[in-house]
């Protein structure tokens, strides 16, 4: 299978009156869709050619897609968020899905988009065959706020913002201010999705790395241990909070061995 690529894969579609840029390839006919979640900073174009070695690999259809505000999708009203933004991530997720017509997905989420997957895997998993979750977090710990702490000194003090202007264009002020400033908020310190982790019944791989700089082991120990579905927790020592880019080769093998597995 080809790499996607804008010219022949990307396009915008509208939903809930937003419009959202998806790269969505669906030719492999009784098989399931892996749908790729980016984080907080991320896109489609930072995810690479991973969800396309993954889809090849795991013989699975592809969808990857930019958050409303996030790379080609349209920009944000504003970077103010209620604390239970991700709940609405996880609306539009299954919206997408339905305007996709996809009724099989695997859903692949890192760090906040791991957090949409495991909300949506819970209200809507009608449509949700497994969940690879990647770093995700289900309560705040004072490492992620440090870890965005130190990222809002880099955005102020280096060339992060014109790398990310590379691939949100003049997004990234509101998309950085969205990130940081709701995390960082005293109202969000509450905030904890650990309720919905009992509605997961389908089977879930948690990837996490033991040296994540933005959250510790216990974000999954615990949601492994409180899904109601089959749930595998793989560790991999000496990695941060992107596996899938600091250890491609053994995340990537994980992924498949759980893909493979589902039966």
């Not at 996607?4 to 579609?13: A, D, E, W």
């Not at 492999?28 to 396309?52: E, I, M, Y």
């Not at 099989?104 to 819970?122: K, M, P, R, V, Y």
């Not at 497994?130 to 490492?143: N, P, S």
Request: charged share 25%; aromatic share 8%; net charge negative.
């Amino acid at each position: 299978m080809p790499l996607m690529t804008p010219q022949n894969n990307g396009r915008l579609i509208t939903i809930n009156g937003q419009e959202l840029y998806i790269e969505f390839q669906n030719t492999r006919k009784n098989r399931p869709t892996l749908v790729f979640l980016h984080d907080s900073l991320g896109c489609t174009a930072l995810w690479r050619n991973f969800p396309q070695k993954l889809a090849e690999a795991a013989q699975c259809n592809v969808l990857v897609y930019d958050r409303l505000g996030y790379g080609k999708s349209a920009a944000m009203l504003t970077h103010e968020r209620p604390v239970r933004y991700l709940e609405t991530e996880a609306a539009v997720l299954d919206g997408l899905l339905a305007a996709l017509d996809i009724h099989e997905a695997l859903l692949f989420g890192h760090s906040d988009g791991g957090s949409i997957a495991l909300i949506t895997a819970s209200r809507y998993g009608q449509r949700i065959r497994a969940v690879i979750c990647e770093a995700a977090h289900i309560f705040v710990e004072e490492v992620t706020l440090q870890g965005i702490r130190e990222a809002m000194e880099a955005y102020k003090t280096t060339s992060l913002p014109e790398r990310l202007q590379k691939y949100h264009g003049d997004k990234v002020d509101t998309l950085f201010k969205a990130w940081t400033e709701t995390w960082t908020r005293d109202d969000f310190r509450e905030w904890n999705i650990e309720s919905f982790l009992s509605g997961i019944t389908c089977p879930l791989l948690f990837v996490q790395g033991e040296a994540d700089e933005y959250g510790t082991m216990e974000q999954a120990e615990k949601t492994v241990s409180q899904v109601s579905g089959k749930a595998l927790l793989y560790s991999i020592p000496e990695v941060g909070h992107t596996p899938h880019k600091e250890a491609p080769e053994l995340t990537l093998r994980a992924a498949k061995n759980f893909i493979d597995n589902l039966g």
